[in-house]
T-cell receptor, first 115, second 109 residues
């Protein structure tokens, strides 16, 4: 399988649940990203990993916890979420940051609903 | 603050031409990107402009004016499959991507 794959595609959880989102890329990229996409709002960058090291954490609440065990896999662990966390969570990868033409390849996203 | 502005929604007719504008105010500039996102799908890369002028790729073209902080995406010979959201993003001086909220393009027969 090629590209960026995200699972699950849809997730409904209660505020007390713990769940994880998974992202896998088969492109040989060395940077991976988590974005939050809410309706009619710009994409919000949550976390960036470069060469498996977290290089960015944009003041994201601690109820979101990323994990990058290797350059091909990225997880977003979720616990005690709030209804306002309901959104589409997009994973992306790129060949590397620090350059202008840093094209992102996105997954199709995980649609999260928090009840 | 940094800001990207693009229209929320546009409607056009199949076979016609449409221009989607994007204006930006950022701390520095290291290029401007356009992505296409069909409903329920991944955003996909369309174009990258770092120098002024027009870049053409088939039916799609992207224009940049750095002095005006302005770009547009031009779609020709519109097809129903072009119905999607179009996202404009600028890379600032720290190589951070600043995103617009996207323009939803509706194509009517």
């Amino acid at each position: 399988e090629t590209g960026v794959t995200q699972t699950p595609r849809h997730l409904v959880m209660g505020m007390t649940n713990k769940k994880s989102l998974k992202c896998e890329q088969h492109l040989g990229h060395n940077a991976m990203y988590w974005y939050k996409q809410s309706a009619k709002k710009p994409l919000e960058l949550m976390f960036v990993y470069s060469l498996e090291e977290r290089v960015e954490n944009n003041s994201v609440p601690s109820r979101f916890s990323p994990e990058c065990p290797n350059s091909s896999h990225l997880f977003l662990h979720l616990h005690t979420l709030q209804p306002e966390d309901s959104a589409l969570y997009l994973c992306a990868s790129s060949q590397g940051g620090g350059s202008g033409a840093n094209v992102l390849t996105f997954g199709a996203g995980s649609r999260l609903t928090v009840l | 603050g940094q800001n990207i502005d693009q229209p929320t929604e546009m409607t056009a007719t199949e076979g016609a031409i449409v221009q989607i504008n994007c204006t930006y105010q950022t701390s520095g500039f290291n290029g401007l990107f356009w992505y296409q996102q069909h409903a329920g799908e991944a955003p996909t890369f369309l174009s990258y402009n770092v120098l002024d002028g027009l870049e053409e790729k088939g039916r799609f073209s992207s224009f940049l004016s750095r002095s005006k902080g302005y770009s547009y995406l031009l779609l020709k010979e519109l097809q129903m499959k072009d119905s999607a959201s179009y996202l404009c993003a600028v890379m600032d001086s720290n190589y951070q991507l600043i995103w617009g909220a996207g323009t939803k393009l509706i194509i009517k027969p």
